[in-house]
Each structure stands twice: as structure tokens, then as C-alpha cells.
């Protein structure tokens, strides 16, 4: 036992060590203690004249018998030699508990002995150990119970009292009060209310010592409730045997209610003496003189026997002091309104009181009551029929108090209240917290702190509106409290007040708890659409486990559906009864064919119907109407409620018609559901009926302002003698309907829809009934189930009370509040994929960013920098671009705006357009074009540039520039307040990572990306002819947002077909309207060949689409063309170098070798065409078939190209000569590898090529400048001549197309130029003609074997002959050439030696008549007369013998002919 410890606390009872109570110096330690306190009561005792002269006084000097017992107990204390636990308490309690008792001791020395039973027990001298506790424990509380004591002064009486309360809660606290029985409990806290009533009429410490003390208990008690296991359970399971009563019973087994409002104790009306005996009136049952106690709330409620009672407390004590304090609630209803001397007013004081025990019980027992019914049924029924009154109440006190127990009800016991938190919030919060239904601001304030409390509760609104806005039975309390909160969020036409901010609060905490539970992980996001296909009853919908998210969430949102096509039916029906039926019919909520109960559980379940045309269809004389009307009663529960109870709820559903035929049909209906459910002292439905009638008139009668004389109580009884089947009903009976109607008038009318329902004594009856049958609570965990279809209820208005709250604020925390309220919307609509949502969102901040405003301030970057709220928004705005990109669509314009805002002002960082770092070496090296986007590129340099021109670049630069204004004064240095807020705008635009939308936009959603091209190009504007119309600031706002254009199209070449058409639309349109060179045109043209240079490796089969593009290039306008032809053949170069390789169609070459042709003639662009043509063509590395001619062609126009030097014709030449080598390489790959028919293809295909080049290289051949000229037919040779022509094996036929377009074309043409030309523009013409005559001979003489063989053999050399005929009579300046006199008749000998040899030129005999032989001399001899003598000296011998090889060789000509066709 040893310590000695004040706190009395519990805790501290656990803490004592044991072993210590066998030492020796406890003992005689405790028997010290108990010695002081026997001197203590003695030494006040021999203070009183009557105490201390019973010494002396005569009679047999016998001390008083209290002054005995203590004496005897000094005696004994010393000499007990047992441990200290084994001696009975009572022994040494007893005679203090005497001197308690006493009704003879005056308040002084009962003050002394409680305090010293207060010191026994806070010591721990008892404990469970200890022999007799039980017993000794029932002797403390009877006697200190019972106490008796003669009152002297009213400061010592209150002392008394005070001293008492220690006593009580001291028993309580103690560890041996488990050995409390039930009663003594019960006790305990009845005295402590007496004490607490009485001290109304003492001073206020007392009143405070006592509502406390009073608290301390109800804590003590309730604390102990989880510990006890059973319905009937004590607190100390020793197997005693404890009856168990029905767990469904009603368990109230509450005491009397307060008498006349007086709890006081006797001593009211005695002066002399008091006592607190157990006889006084009061709410707890104390007297255990019958054998049972019964419950006193009119019902008989199962009673406790007495051996429950005496049980060791436990449940049955905690439900008759629960009880006992619910009904504290009711008594204030008849409580006189007396004159109090306590400080606070009676009608606030007793309710809270009551109300603040009431909320420590449930505190402390909370999540236990669930385990006993009784209690529970407490909670649910008397308990929140009193809180929904109170929460009524004009103090803001109660109200508040109201609302803290009904969130520890939530917390606790929500799966047991669904209703009954329905209509807290219906009849209460969404009432009071609105000023239009009358509540002051006091109240609105308290309701809506309330409401906020709620929403802070992760899981409160989620469950509302699963458990409630789902339920067809039930109101939309989610959606209306959402409502409320941001219709109370909303300023309208005044100032921001703090009940704007609260309400706000609300919102975000219910946006938050969203977002929150988004982190949480995501379930199945966007709901399956809810589709029914066929008719099933809706009021049977049931789910099969309301604790599996698989099975309540779709069940859940079924009902959902079903209730808003109800919703949809009913506002049909109100307009046209019929039309509402069918429209119900067409979505499968009701059958195709019509039956009554389905059209009954409609007009029954469905909210907002028009309660007239309801009454008008149940009241109908039609057959099915009147079986809609007896299934519509069959809806109703009249299960044991009184008759006037019952009508009133029958009659809330509809108007009652105003014909007699239609008011008997739903009387008849109404009085046949109720006999069957509630027959009690009714003989027959009959009964039922006349006494519902009897009601209607009596109710009529009384509230009818038009009745001037009303019916008595005694007329009433009289007129319905006889009713019940002959027999009358009882008077009392009938007595209470009377009074109940007058009192209460039945709405025949009742309200259509609007407003706040009351909660009627018999609305809450049917409440209570209703939460029998509910649909089990459903619990919801932190996962998003339903938060998709609650934030697309909520969102619109959400944003809009933000967004206001935002615009009306001035403090930066009200700021942070709404931004973190938009971040969180922003979070859900993006994991929730409602783009629209995010849409409104980012147009509504970019409203806040100033940005968009026309600037009318002098200074933009200034005032940006002094506007929190604005800079807040800016960060925001980005914040969610980056973010949640990928579901934002028409945001993206808004976001543009505020970018290009942004640009104009100077303040973007240099690199938001770059998309790599390789775009600066893009810029053009004319110093007239150089890069006009300094302000776009401008790096933020922060030291002042001087002298800045209007465009300055870089922020500081534009700062300083901004601050001269223009003015001829010298320049002022910005002021520390300007440097300041400059500062505040750098960093706020760092904080917007501006760049990374586009840098990062290879990772948008392709539907935000095309929309994010689409913003761009729609901020671009459209591009105006001319150059007149458009700003240099439109101008730079069209090339800044083509920058950007171009560099989220390089960051997404993987997606490039998404974006392509409009990129290239947009350039195409650029180029097309374009006249003049300007930065747009440039950074159009550039941008193209960029993409395209980036995008050829990677997209193959874009190749041609993005080749085909450049093609744009071509029809830019002849001065743009001519601007920047150099720089756009050094890309087109670059892009060939690097993608040679992945260009594979003729379209695609097509293009480039235009491109590259074009500038062949253009001085500054030539070279680097043709360095790009050279990397092409030099030993045909990136030769192909599909480009060969192509590439052939553009060497041509660079070798005819008179720019630049003639060497590079010379080289041009070259690589057209070379490139013969290809098709020779391609002619042996074609032999080696294909099938026949595509082998033949391509022989065909690289013939049609040579034929080709060789026709180009003939063009040159006719260019003035001689070395090129020459060098072309030398070309020309090799190409005819060459060992490649070898190997390529041309078709003879190909060969006769060689003779007619290229070499006698040419050699007419040469002729041409050189009689016709004179020597200046062409020097050297002989030389030339030479050396193609030369050429002329040397293919000839090549190819005869297989051209004799040719039918056409005579023509083609009749061709030969008849050039060798002109040149030679060609007159070069007006004489013969020499040369060429020397020459022809040399080539022609040599020729016609050649045909001899090879047997071709033989005389025939003369039946051919116009032979080869007679054709070849008639020609020869106009050239050279002497040739045929020199050729065939022996021809007049020979002619005479027939040649039999020659003369079949025609033939043989003929069939080769045949073959090679």
C-alpha cells in the first residue's frame, strides 16, 4: 500500500507496487494516518458545547456512542497484528460513516468525516485484495448518500455538499468500484444531481464543483463501457449469474421525470436540518424497496429484476443514467420558467448541461453502445429526436453543442443513424445555415462551422451521397450540401466576410479529400455507363454485400441512375400525368404493361412529384387507379402507432381530393392497411374508417377559420358512440385524438416539395420506422469509388465559388487557400477525365493572371510584380499545364494568351522556343535578315543594356527602357521598390517552367497535343497578304508562335502524323501570302526544312509527304526566294548529306533536285548546290534508279550554268560522265540476281537512263564557252563510247533512237550554231565540229557489225554520208574549213575501208536497183569523187562473179532484225 498518493486518478492505481504491503512500517504508517484522523473528528467534536460537555454532564459520565466507536477504533489500530488487506474495511470506516449518518452532528464535524473517508479511500488503502470490499464499499456510498447534518451557516452547508462530491467521485474513481452494484452506481449519480440542482441556490463555486464533479462521473462510467462484453454484463466478470434479457426489448428503465422542476432536498423547507436522502424526487430510480425497477417512459419496457440491480455494475446503470439524461432534454419542455439565481439563463443552462454529459458518455462509450441495443436504441430514437428540437434552438450555445454530438455520433455509430443524419442535415444544418428561412447570423455561423467540420471528415461526403443521394428514399443531402457551400461561398454585393471563408473551407476540404483519395490509387475511372435493359421493380433493387466495393459501387451508382430517371419521370408527370407514365415505361422503370404496385412505389418513392395530380389519380374512380391506391397504402408501415399518427403520414404524400366519393375511396384504403397493422382496441377496418373520417372533420372543424363554433372534446366523443363494431371506445382514447388534432393540425395540403421539412412527432415516428428497413449503411475507404460522378455534380459551382472567393480576396492566405482548392480540382479532373472541367478551370485562372487584360498600366512588369494575386495565378496556371496537359483542350488558347502576353513583355527565358541546342547555327548570315527574334530569345540578363532600341532583348533591358518613358531628361536608376518587384516577376516566371510545356509535349495525350498545335496556330493569326496590314507586333507574336509550333513538332516526330496536315497548312499559308522577306517567311521556310532534316531518319514512310512539302520552297515569291536562296540551299544541302540514304521515291528526289537546280544559277547559292549535288553524284554513291535522271538533269543545269567558275561546269560535266559507271554497276547486279520479266524491266529502265544523260550531255555540247562545249562531247564520247557502255549491252533499237536524237541532232545543231553565230559569241567553232565528227565516225564504226544487220542499216548510213556531205561544205567566216576539208574525206575512206572489210558494202547484183552499193557511191562521190577507185581498185573484175555469202546476208539481216524485236 505503501505511498501515499494524492491523485486519485486510475492511472495512479495501477502504478502501486504490491510486495509492499507486507512491510511492517506500512502498516504501522497506514494505522498512523487513521489515528490522525480519528483525533481530527474528535478535536472539531470537543469544539461543539454539546460534544464536549457530555464529560462532565451527570448521567452516568457515559460518552456519546459515536465518540465511542471512535475512541474503540484508537484502541484496536495499533495492536492489529494481520496483514493490513485481510482486515474488514468496515471496521475502521464504521464509526466515521456513523458520524456521516448523524442527523445530530452540524455541518463542521460532517465536513471533518467526509474528509477523512475521502483521504481512506484516495489513499488506496482499499483495494480489490481487501476481505469484505463489496460490502465495505455499499457502507461508503449508503452512508455518504444518506448523510444527515445540522445546517448553521450556508458556507459551511456548501462545504458539506463540496465535501460530499469528493466523497462520491472518490468511490467511483477508487480501484474497488468495479464491486459497485448497478443501484449504487445509479445512486451515486442521482445524489450528485441533487446536489447539482440544489446548488442553484448557492454560490457559484459550488454550482461549478458540482456540474463538474457530475462531468467527472458520467466520464468514470462511460469510460468503462468497452470493457464490459455483454448486453447485461457487470464490469467484474466473476461467473456470477447473470439473467439475460431479450436483446430486441426496449431498454428504458429510466426513473420519474423531476417533479414540478424540483430536485431540491428536504431541507428546502427545514432550516435546521439536512439531509440527502434517497426518498428526495429525481429522474434515477434510488428506493430498491420493490422487487423490481420498472422503466417510467410510458412504454412497458422490460424491467430489470432486482438482482440485475444488485449485480456488479455494468450496462444496466449506464443505460438508466443515459437514459435518465435524455429525459433531462424532454423536462425542459415543461419545466416552469422560475426565477434562478444562477448566472446563465435557465433555458439555455439545463440543456447544456444535459447536452454535455450526454456528449462525454458518447465520447468515452462511443464506438461500444453499437454492442447493446438498448443503449443503442437510446441514441437513435430519444437521443436524436431531442438533438433535431435542439438543433433548432436560437442559442448559438446549444446549437453548437448539438452539432459536436452529432459528429461523435458519426464518428461512432453512423452505420446505425443513416436517416436519423439525414434529417439532421435536411431539418437542422441546411436550414439554419441559410439566412432565408429566418436563422440569425450567430446560428448560420454555428451551422455552418459545423457543416465545415463535417466536410473535414475524408469520407463524409462520399458516404452522403453513396448512402443517401443513392438511395430513391432518400434526399440529395451530398448535392445540396454541396450547393450550399459554394452558394455560401459567394459574395454577392458586399464585402468578403469570414462566413465566405468558412464556407469555402468547406469545399476545399471536400475537394481535397477527393484529390486525396486519387493518391490512393485509382479504381476502375470512368464509370460504366448505367443501362437498363429491361424492366425490374426499382424499389427492390438490392446489392449483394455492402461491404465490397465490387458489389455496392455498381450498385450504388444503379441506383443513382434510377433515381435521377425518376427525377426526369416526375417532372414529365407533373405536366402530363400520362406522358410522365410512358416516359418511365421507355427507360424500363416501369413495365410495359401497367400494373398497379409499380405505379403505387412510384408515387410513393419518387420526390418532387406535384402532390395534386397524385391525389387526383389515387382518389380516381377507375379500376386500376383504385388498386394504385390500395397497393399505395399497402406502402406504408402502420405497425403500433396511434391513428392520428398514422393519417398524418398517409396524408403528407399527396393532397386528399376535395369530392366525398374520392376523400371515402382513400379513407376506405387508408383505414383497411391500418386495421390490418395495428388493430389494438379496434374492432373492424369499419371502426377504422368512421373514426379516420371523424378525424378529418374534427380536424377540418377546428382549423377552418370559416367554423365559427368549434367542436368540444365532449361532442367529439358523442359522435363517435357506437363505432367500434357496436361497442364505444374508450373515452381516454378518444380524449388524446381530440387533444392531439387540436393542438396539431393534419395538412390536408400539405407543402409541394421546397423548402426544409419540419420533423413532426409523427414524421420522426415514421423515421423510426423507416430505419428498420433501410438499406445497411454503407461505409466507404479512402479509395475514389464514386468521386467521378460527385465531382461532375459538384465541380461547376465549386469553380465558381473559388474563383470569386479568389477575386474578392486580399489576404495572401485566403489566396493560397483557393489555389490549393484549384490545384486540387485541376488533380481531379485530370484523373477523372473531364477535360471540360479543366478547361473552365484554366480559363478562369488566366482571367486572375492579368495577363489577358488590355494594358492600360504604364508599366506591365511592374504592376505584375507588386500583384500577388496575380503572380499566384500565373504560377498556378503553368503549375496545371505542366502537370495536367494532357486533358487539357481549348485551355490551351488561354494558356498561349498568357505565354504571348508574357513574350511581348520581354519577360520569357531565352530557351522556351529552342527545342534543342542545335537551332541557333539556323540563323541567316546576311546581316539585312539576321535573327529577328531577340525579344523571343532574349537570355533574362540583369545588368541595364544602354541605349536600348524600342524591341529591346532581355528583361532588365526592357526594365530600364521602360523606366526613361521616353523622356529627354537623363535616365533615373530604378528605385529599391521597382528593383523589388522586378525581382519578385523573375521569379515568379522561373517558378512557371514556361519551356517545359514544350519541351515536354512528347508526353501529351495526342488530343492535347493537337489541340495545343491548334492554339498555335490559331494564336499565330491568319497570315495577310501583303505587308502592309500587320504590326511588327503581330509579326513577332506570328513568328514566336512558329517558333514554338516547329519545336513541339521536332519533339514529337513519333506522333508527327497527328500535327503535320496543320503544321503544314500554316507554313503553306505563310508562304503563299508572302511578298517581301520578312522574319515570319524566314522562320516558316526554315522551320520546314528543320522538320525535315529532323524527321527523314525516323518516319520512312513520311519520306514523301515531308519531302513533297518542301516543294512550298518553290513558289515562295521571287524577291522572299531570292532573300534567302543561299540560306536555304546550305539546309537542302544539310539535308541531303544526312538523309541521302532515307530518300527512296522519284517524288521525293524530284523535289530536291528542283530545289538544288533552281540555284544553279543564283551567284551566292550555287556552290552550295551544287556541293550537294556533288555528295549525291560523286562516284554515284547515292545514285539510284529513282534519282538518276533527276540527278542527271540538275548537273546538266549546273554545267550550263555560266555562275561561278567553268571549272565547276567542267566538274559537272564529269559527274555525268561518271555516272555511267552506275548504270553499268546496276546492269551486271540486274543479270546476277532477278527473275527474267523484271530483269527486262530493268535492262529497259537503265537503257531509258543512258538515253537520257546522253541527250543532257548533247545540250552542252552546244554551249559557247569552248572548253565547255568541248569537254561536253568528250563527256558524250565516253558515255557513248566507254568501256561501261560495254557492259551495259543497249538494245540496238536504243541505239538508232542514240543516232537520231543525240549525235545527228547534234551535229546539225553545231553546223547551225557555226554558220549562223558569230565567232565572238562562240570561239573556236571548227575544233568543235571536228571533234564531233571525230565522235560521229568512232560510234559508227563501233556498232557496225550490229547495225548492218538492221533493215533500216541503209537509212542510218544514208544519214552518215549526207552530215559528212555538209560539213563538208561548211564555211566557217565566210570560207571552208581546212580542217574539215582534211578530215571528212579521211573519215569517209576509213569508214567505207571499215565496211568493206567487214563485208557490208558489196556490189549486188541489180535486181535490188536502189542497193546500199549504188546509194553509197551516188553519195561518196559528191564528197570525195576519187574514194571508190582508192577503196575497191579491182571493182570492175570482180563484178562480173557472183557473191553467194553476200547475197543471203539480207536475210540474215532481216531474221537478227526479227530477233531483237
Request: a negative charge.
Amino acid at each position: 500500500m505503501g505511498r501515499l498518493k494524492l491523485q486519485s486518478g486510475i492511472k495512479s492505481i495501477e502504478e502501486e507496487p504490491e510486495d509492499c504491503e507486507t512491510t511492517s512500517s506500512n502498516k504501522a504508517a497506514l494505522a498512523c494516518m487513521i489515528n490522525s484522523e480519528i483525533g481530527a473528528v474528535l478535536a472539531v467534536m470537543r469544539r461543539n458545547v454539546r460534544w464536549g460537555g457530555r464529560y462532565v454532564s451527570g448521567d452516568d459520565q457515559l460518552e456519546h456512542s459515536l465518540i465511542q466507536s471512535l475512541k474503540a477504533l484508537r484502541k484496536q489500530i495499533f495492536s492489529w497484528q494481520h496483514p493490513w488487506h485481510t482486515i474488514n474495511p468496515a471496521v475502521y470506516l464504521q464509526p466515521f460513516l456513523d458520524v456521516i449518518r448523524s442527523d445530530e452532528t452540524g455541518a463542521p464535524i460532517t465536513g471533518v468525516a467526509l474528509s477523512s473517508v475521502h483521504k481512506i479511500l484516495t489513499l488506496d488503502v482499499i483495494d480489490l485484495n481487501t476481505v469484505n470490499v463489496e460490502d465495505a464499499m455499499h457502507l461508503v456510498v449508503d452512508a455518504v448518500t444518506s448523510c444527515r447534518f445540522e445546517v448553521t451557516d450556508p458556507a459551511s452547508e456548501e462545504v458539506v455538499l463540496m465535501k460530499i462530491l469528493q466523497v462520491l467521485l472518490a468511490c467511483m474513481k477508487s480501484k474497488a468500484s468495479i464491486m459497485l452494484s448497478n443501484q449504487h452506481v445509479c445512486t451515486i449519480v442521482n445524489t450528485c444531481f441533487r446536489v447539482v440542482h440544489q446548488a442553484g441556490t448557492k454560490g457559484e463555486l459550488l454550482q461549478r464543483i458540482a456540474r463538474h464533479t457530475m462531468h467527472e462521473l458520467i466520464r468514470c462510467i462511460f469510460s468503462h463501457l468497452q470493457n464490459v462484453n455483454n448486453t447485461e454484463g457487470s464490469l467484474q466478470q466473476h461467473g456470477s449469474s447473470i439473467k439475460q434479457l431479450g436483446v430486441d426489448s426496449d431498454y428504458n428503465f429510466g426513473g420519474k421525470q423531476l417533479e414540478n422542476g424540483n430536485g431540491s432536498s428536504e431541507y428546502d423547507s427545514q432550516p435546521s436540518s439536512a439531509s440527502l436522502a434517497s426518498n428526495a424526487p429525481s429522474g434515477l430510480v434510488t428506493g430498491m424497496d420493490e422487487n423490481t425497477v420498472r422503466a417510467g417512459n410510458g412504454k412497458d419496457a422490460v424491467p430489470y429484476d432486482l438482482h440485475l440491480m444488485t449485480e456488479p455494475y455494468g450496462v444496466p446503470c449506464m443505460v438508466e443514467i443515459f437514459h435518465f439524461l435524455c429525459s433531462l432534454l424532454n423536462v425542459v419542455e415543461h419545466m416552469g420558467m422560475g426565477a434562478r439565481l444562477n448566472t446563465l439563463t435557465f433555458d439555455e443552462d439545463v440543456p447544456l448541461f444535459a447536452l454535455g454529459l450526454i456528449n462525454s458518455a458518447i465520447e468515452l462509450g462511443g464506438p461500444s453502445i453499437c454492442q447493446h441495443p438498448r443503449l443503442l436504441s437510446l441514441v437513435q430514437d430519444e437521443l436524436f429526436r431531442n438533438l433535431m428540437q435542439f438543433g433548432l434552438s436560437m442559442s448559438p450555445l446549444i446549437l453548437s453543442m448539438v452539432c459536436s454530438i452529432v459528429l461523435n455520433l458519426y464518428h461512432h455509430l453512423r452505420i446505425e443513424l443513416k436517416l436519423q443524419l439525414e434529417a439532421f442535415f435536411s431539418c437542422v444544418i441546411l436550414r439554419l445555415a441559410q439566412s432565408r428561412y429566418g436563422a440569425s447570423y450567430q446560428q448560420q455561423e454555428v451551422a455552418m462551422e459545423a457543416l465545415v467540420d463535417f466536410c473535414r471528415q475524408r469520407t463524409f461526403m462520399l458516404e452522403m451521397y453513396a448512402n443517401l443521394d443513392c438511395d430513391i428514399t432518400c434526399g440529395n443531402v451530398f448535392e445540396e450540401l454541396a450547393n450550399l457551400l459554394s452558394k455560401s461561398a459567394f459574395p454577392v454585393n458586399c464585402p468578403l466576410s469570414s462566413m465566405h471563408i468558412l464556407a469555402l473551407d468547406g469545399l476545399i476540404a471536400v475537394i481535397l479529400g477527393m484529390a486525396e483519395r486519387i493518391s490512393n490509387g485509382l479504381v476502375t475511372m470512368e464509370p460504366a455507363l448505367v443501362n437498363l435493359e429491361e424492366y425490374t421493380p426499382f424499389w427492390m433493387v438490392k446489392c449483394d454485400n455492402y461491404s465490397d466495393p465490387d458489389h455496392w459501387v455498381p450498385f450504388v451508382r444503379r441506383r443513382k441512375y434510377i433515381k435521377r430517371r425518376l427525377m426526369i419521370g416526375a417532372d414529365h408527370f407533373n405536366r402530363d400525368p400520362k406522358k410522365g407514365l410512358e416516359f418511365l415505361q421507355g427507360t424500363h422503370l416501369l413495365p410495359n404493361q401497367l400494373d398497379p404496385q409499380s405505379v403505387a412505389c412510384f408515387f410513393r418513392y419518387t420526390a418532387g412529384l406535384d402532390k395534386n395530380l397524385v391525389g387526383d389519380f389515387l382518389g380516381n374512380h377507375d379500376e386500376f387507379c383504385v388498386q394504385v391506391l390500395h397497393e399505395f397504402a399497402g406502402t406504408f408501415d402502420f405497425q403500433d402507432m396511434n391513428l392520428d399518427t398514422a393519417l398524418r403520414l398517409f396524408l403528407e404524400t399527396f393532397r386528399l381530393p376535395g369530392e366525398s366519393q374520392k376523400i371515402q375511396r382513400v379513407l376506405e384504403a387508408f383505414s383497411e392497411r391500418y386495421y390490418e397493422q395495428s388493430p389494438q382496441i379496434l374492432a373492424n377496418k369499419d371502426a377504422a374508417l368512421l373514426l379516420s373520417y371523424s378525424l378529418i372533420m374534427l380536424n377540418t372543424d377546428q382549423h377552418n377559420v370559416q367554423v365559427k363554433k368549434k367542436m368540444t372534446e365532449e361532442d367529439f366523443i358523442r359522435n363517435n358512440r357506437h363505432i367500434n363494431g357496436g361497442n364505444d371506445l374508450p373515452r381516454e382514447f378518444l380524449s388524446e385524438l381530440y387533444q392531439s388534432i387540436c393542438k396539431n393540425e393534419i395538412r390536408t395540403t400539405p407543402e409541394q416539395g421546397a423548402g426544409f421539412p419540419e420533423m413532426t412527432p409523427s414524421r420522426w415516428i415514421d423515421l423510426m420506422h423507416k430505419s428498420k428497413k433501410t438499406a445497411p449503411f454503407i461505409l466507404s475507404d479512402s479509395k475514389p469509388y464514386l468521386d467521378h460522378d460527385m465531382f461532375a455534380i459538384m465541380s461547376g459551382p465549386t469553380i465558381a465559388a473559388i474563383s470569386v472567393v479568389f477575386d474578392h480576396a486580399e489576404h495572401e492566405e485566403v489566396y493560397q487557400t483557393c489555389i490549393n482548392g484549384f490545384l486540387a480540382v485541376a488533380k481531379i479532373s485530370a484523373c477523372h477525365h473531364l477535360e471540360d472541367v479543366l478547361d473552365d478551370l484554366v480559363v478562369s485562372l488566366c482571367k486572375f493572371t492579368t495577363l489577358l487584360n488590355p494594358s492600360s498600366v504604364e508599366e506591365p512588369v511592374l504592376a505584375f510584380g507588386d500583384d500577388t494575386k496575380a503572380r499566384m495565378a500565373t504560377v498556378t496556371v503553368f503549375t496545371i499545364a505542366n502537370g495536367y496537359g494532357d486533358f487539357i483542350r481549348t485551355g490551351w488558347r488561354n494558356i498561349l494568351d498568357c505565354i504571348l502576353k508574357l513574350h511581348k513583355l520581354g519577360l520569357l527565358p531565352a530557351r522556351v522556343a529552342s527545342d534543342a541546342a542545335d537551332d541557333l547555327e539556323l540563323s541567316s548570315s546576311d546581316p539585312g535578315h539576321a535573327k529577328p527574334l531577340t525579344n523571343s530569345l532574349s537570355s533574362s540578363s540583369i545588368t541595364p543594356s544602354v541605349g536600348t532600341p524600342r524591341r529591346s532583348s532581355g528583361l532588365m533591358g526592357r526594365f530600364s527602357q521602360l523606366l526613361s518613358l521616353d523622356t529627354e531628361e537623363p535616365r533615373s536608376q530604378p528605385t529599391e521598390q521597382q528593383l523589388a518587384a522586378h525581382q519578385r516577376t523573375l521569379q515568379t516566371i522561373q517558378k512557371c517552367h514556361i519551356d517545359s510545356i514544350f519541351t515536354e509535349s512528347k508526353f501529351l495525350q495526342a488530343d492535347s497535343l493537337l489541340q495545343l498545335a491548334r492554339a498555335l496556330i490559331w494564336a499565330a493569326g491568319r497570315p495577310h497578304k501583303g505587308n502592309n496590314s500587320s504590326s511588327p507586333e503581330d509579326e513577332d507574336t506570328a513568328v514566336f508562335c512558329l517558333e514554338l509550333l516547329i519545336a513541339i513538332t521536332l519533339n514529337n516526330r513519333d506522333r508527327i502524323v497527328l500535327l503535320w496536315q496543320g503544321v503544314y497548312e500554316h507554313i503553306s499559308s505563310i508562304v503563299q501570302s508572302t511578298v517581301m522577306p520578312c522574319a515570319l517567311v524566314e522562320k516558316a521556310v526554315f522551320g520546314l526544312l528543320r522538320i525535315c532534316q529532323r524527321l527523314l531518319p525516323y518516319k520512312e514512310n513520311l519520306a514523301d509527304e515531308l519531302l513533297r512539302s518542301l516543294q512550298l520552297v518553290l513558289k515562295l515569291d521571287a524577291r522572299v526566294a531570292d532573300a534567302y536562296c543561299e540560306q536555304i540551299t546550305q539546309e537542302v544541302g544539310r539535308l541531303v548529306k544526312a538523309n541521302a540514304t532515307h530518300i527512296r521515291s522519284p517524288m521525293g528526289w524530284r523535289t530536291i533536285t528542283s530545289l538544288l537546280s533552281i540555284t544553279a544559277r543564283h551567284p551566292e547559292a550555287s556552290e552550295a548546290g551544287f556541293d550537294a549535288l556533288l555528295f549525291v553524284m560523286s562516284d554515284g554513291a547515292h545514285l539510284l534508279p529513282a534519282n538518276y535522271v533527276l540527278c542527271a538533269d540538275a548537273a546538266r543545269q549546273f554545267a550550263e550554268s555560266r555562275v561561278g567558275q567553268a571549272d565547276r561546269s567542267v566538274r559537272a560535266l564529269d559527274l555525268m560522265a561518271g555516272s555511267v559507271g552506275c548504270l553499268a554497276r546496276w546492269a551486271q547486279e540486274t543479270k546476277g540476281s532477278l527473275v527474267e520479266s523484271e530483269a527486262l524491266k530493268m535492262s529497259q529502265d537503265i537503257g531509258e537512263m543512258w538515253l537520257r544523260l546522253v541527250q543532257g550531255l548533247r545540250k552542252v555540247c552546244l554551249d559557247q564557252r569552248e572548253e565547255i562545249r568541248n569537254h561536253a562531247l568528250l563527256s558524250l564520247q565516253t558515255c557513248l563510247t566507254g568501256m561501261n557502255v560495254d557492259e551495259i549491252r543497249l538494245p540496238i533499237s536504243l541505239w538508232l533512237q542514240c543516232f537520231d536524237l543525240v549525235i545527228f541532232i547534234l551535229l546539225d545543231d553545231l553546223l547551225e550554231i557555226a554558220q549562223g553565230h558569230s565567232q565572238k559569241d562562240y570561239r573556236n567553232m571548227e575544233g568543235t565540229l571536228v571533234f564531233a565528227l571525230k565522235l560521229l565516225s568512232k560510234v559508227f564504226l563501233q556498232l557496225l557489225h550490229e547495225l548492218s544487220q538492221l533493215t533500216t542499216f541503209c537509212k542510218l548510213w544514208l544519214g552518215v554520208l549526207g552530215r559528212m556531205e555538209k560539213y563538208m561544205k561548211v564555211k566557217v567566216r565566210g570560207k571552208k574549213s581546212e580542217k574539215l576539208q582534211e578530215l571528212v574525206p579521211e573519215l569517209l575512206k576509213n569508214n567505207l575501208l571499215v565496211m568493206k572489210t567487214k563485208g557490208v558494202l558489196v556490189q549486188r547484183s541489180a535486181l535490188g536497183g536502189d542497193s546500199l552499193w549504188e546509194l553509197t557511191w551516188l553519195h561518196v562521190n559528191n564528197i570525195v569523187p576519187t574514194l571508190q577507185s582508192q577503196v575497191f581498185p579491182d571493182q570492175d573484175s570482180e563484178q562480173s562473179q557472183p557473191n553467194h555469202e553476200t547475197v543471203s546476208a539480207p536475210n540474215d539481216v532481216v531474221a537478227l532484225e526479227d530477233a531483237h524485236t
